[in-house]
């Protein structure tokens, strides 16, 4: 039978403690709940209060139920007051000194049977395990931020935790409403095993001013359809808790350098900038704990006029391309008022790209997104040529051929041959070099990148890319152009995968490195990432999708780019690839689609 857990003991009311506290209040638990000092003690108390209250004014916590919530906690300092709990979460900070401290001393305060888990994101389970004389009653039990929201919980047995003990949290997982993935003890888990490397990255990104810390946070955001952005996760996490993490998985991970704390993150602990908690992070809130973000010295100006600061003007726009991106593009620019000129190879190309315009505008009049009207407006703005003749007179050509350099080049250089002074030259490419493409022209500064994701129409985001060459005024008229296409337009160096597939795929590669070491199953990976996290697809389920060919010829050019050893290809995304399993497409990927 199931162990009863009638009282709970959480140590530590930080970040991730309150929330613990409130987990368990919600469910009918009763909590003591314990910290250091009687400021701290109050601080946590005061978090819980404020979430609660805001569960109440949001409507989802009736009054009285707050009210019995906060009854069953009892507030205490120091561990003495854990003598007679069934369960006990550590959730301090990351320091395994500190914690193999703390479990000795519960050991001696608990009675026997009581089960003693940490909340550590990256230490070794085992390692505070040993620290007490019941290591076969420890276990991890690790919530995500924050802890009343997400659903997901990893539960963590080490080689000794006691089978009874783990069907026990894993009973009591399901008692609280949570999702639960048992795994075994490695640095990070699941979850954080694929999201930090990432997340490191993207502060490295801001660390070299490769982009601003909205334009890497509103990439992710609005290119993955993430919760959050990196950054803005950072400072919900704590940037001190991440450090530690972050220092812990390198040490734990094999020493991967993607996990080595960027330097930043240090000066920014020894700041005292610690994120929410401390009211300053990557960004400045309201007071600390707040999640009200408030404009400081770095925020960008926002307003159109400031947007269209030395921008050109643009009234007719080149396209050049037949394909999925062209046609997107064309129908994007044309919708927002632009005067389009497509060229492709030839008028077959170009009957085929205006009947793919006007059913996807027709699409839009069905579904009452689009008037006739406005459909046959735009309609009207595009013209058909098949010779590049007839981009002498545009202000802005997007080139979306097909991604080879040389054809690239050879088209940019006609471009410089044909186009009027001033105009801005585009590449949609989404893997090669932008610079290599502006040097086939005598203007470079002229030349910038523009990353429409697919399918253009739909979606919010357009990378701008500027080269070492890129002209300010280039960069800042394709940046309003984006904002004239109701598109948030973000601006990064020449790297290979600008930000999105930069950050995106080593992230993907990792979850298959993970699957191909049998550490999890694409199962519960998925699960941790969407009930953890918050991502609206698990990797597997992405990777199906996006295609295992496409993703491993971008994770090629990053690991060549870079020379990372830790972006080398997983090599089972190489042999599924071999293998002809390609995804979706070829109904089969790291899942079977032949029966869906
Ligand atoms: N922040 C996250 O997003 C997150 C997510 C999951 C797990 N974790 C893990 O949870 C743990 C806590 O992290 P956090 O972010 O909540 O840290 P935090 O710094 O926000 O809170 C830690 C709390 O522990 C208290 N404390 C310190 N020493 C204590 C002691 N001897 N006795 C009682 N209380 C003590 C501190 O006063 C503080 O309130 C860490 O192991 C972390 O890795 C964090």
């Known amino acids: 039978m199931a162990r009863e857990f009638s009282t709970v003991g959480v140590v530590g009311l930080g970040t991730m403690g309150a929330g613990i506290v409130e987990v368990f209040a919600r469910n009918g638990i009763n909590v003591v709940a314990v910290e250091i000092s009687e400021p701290a003690l109050e601080r946590g108390r005061a978090t819980l209060t404020g979430s609660t209250d805001r569960a109440v004014a949001k409507g989802k916590l009736a009054a009285a139920d707050r009210d019995a919530l906060h009854e069953r906690v009892h507030f205490a300092v120091g561990l003495d007051a854990l003598h007679s709990v069934d369960l006990v979460i550590e959730a301090v900070p990351e320091h395994l000194n500190l914690k193999q401290r ?6 001696r305060v608990c009675r026997p049977e009581t089960i003693l ?5 990256s230490l070794s389970v085992t390692e505070i395990s040993v620290a007490t004389t019941r290591p076969n009653q420890v276990i991890g039990i690790h919530f995500f931020n924050p802890a009343p929201v997400m659903k997901l919980v990893e539960v963590v047995r080490t080689v000794v935790t006691s089978p009874e003990v783990v069907a026990d949290v894993e009973a009591l997982c399901g008692r609280l409403g949570k999702v639960d993935v048992t795994i075994n003890d490695r640095a990070g888990f699941i979850a954080n095993a694929l999201l930090f490397g990432y997340l490191n990255h993207a502060v490295g990104m801001f660390e070299s001013h490769y982009a601003t810390r909205e334009d890497i946070d509103a990439a992710m955001k609005l290119g ?10 950072m400072d919900l996490i704590g940037l001190d808790t991440a450090y530690e993490i972050l220092d812990t998985m390198y040490r734990r991970g094999g020493r991967d350098r993607r996990h080595a704390p960027v330097p930043l993150l240090k000066q920014m602990v020894t700041a005292g900038l610690l994120g929410r908690k401390s009211g300053r992070g990557f960004y400045t809130y309201e007071r600390p704990g707040s999640p009200v973000v408030v404009p400081d010295e770095a925020t960008p100006p926002a307003t159109e006029a400031a947007l269209a600061d030395g921008a ?13 991106m062209a046609t997107g593009i064309i129908e994007v620019f044309a919708k927002a008022g632009y005067e389009v000129v497509s060229v492709t190879r030839g008028a077959e190309k170009s009957a085929t790209v205006c009947e793919a315009v006007k059913t996807s505008l027709n699409k839009g009049v069905v579904r009452g997104k689009l008037a006739e009207a406005d459909r046959d407006a735009a309609l009207g703005r595009i013209s058909w040529s098949a010779t590049l003749d007839h981009l002498a007179d545009v202000d802005l050509v997007v080139e979306a051929v097909v991604e080879e350099l040389s054809v690239k080049k050879a088209l940019f250089a006609s471009l410089d041959e044909i186009c009027k002074p001033g105009v801005v030259l585009a590449t949609t490419t989404s893997s090669l070099p932008v610079i290599d493409v502006a040097m086939a022209t005598q203007r470079p500064a002229d030349v910038v990148g523009l990353h429409f994701f697919n399918p253009a129409p739909v979606m919010p985001l357009v990378e701008v890319v500027r080269t070492i060459r890129t002209s300010p005024e280039a960069t800042a008229t394709a940046r309003a152009v984006c904002a004239a296409l109701g598109k948030t337009g973000v601006v990064c160096g020449d790297r290979s995968g600008f930000i999105v597939n930069a950050l995106l795929f080593p ?16 199962d519960d990976i998925d699960h941790a990432m969407k009930l953890g996290c918050g991502y609206p697809m698990g990797p597997f389920e992405l990777l199906d999708v996006v295609g295992l060919d496409v993703s491993l010829a971008i994770q090629r050019e990053l690991y060549l780019e870079l020379r990372e050893p830790g972006f080398a290809p ?27």
């Open 570 to 596: 997983a090599p089972l995304l190489e042999h599924l690839v071999t293998a002809g399993y390609l995804g979706r497409k070829t109904r089969r990927g790291f899942r079977d689609h032949s029966h869906r």
């Open 102 to 107: 703390i479990f000795a001393e519960l050991d």
């Open 117 to 121: 888990a940490t909340n550590t994101s």
């Open 507 to 522: 992230y993907l590669n990792d979850a298959v490195k993970m699957l191909e070491a049998s550490y999890s199953t694409a």
């Open 312 to 324: 050109r003007a643009i009234a007719k726009v080149g396209v050049v391309g037949s394909g999925t």
């Open 224 to 233: 993955c359809g993430l919760p959050m952005g990196p950054l803005a996760l």
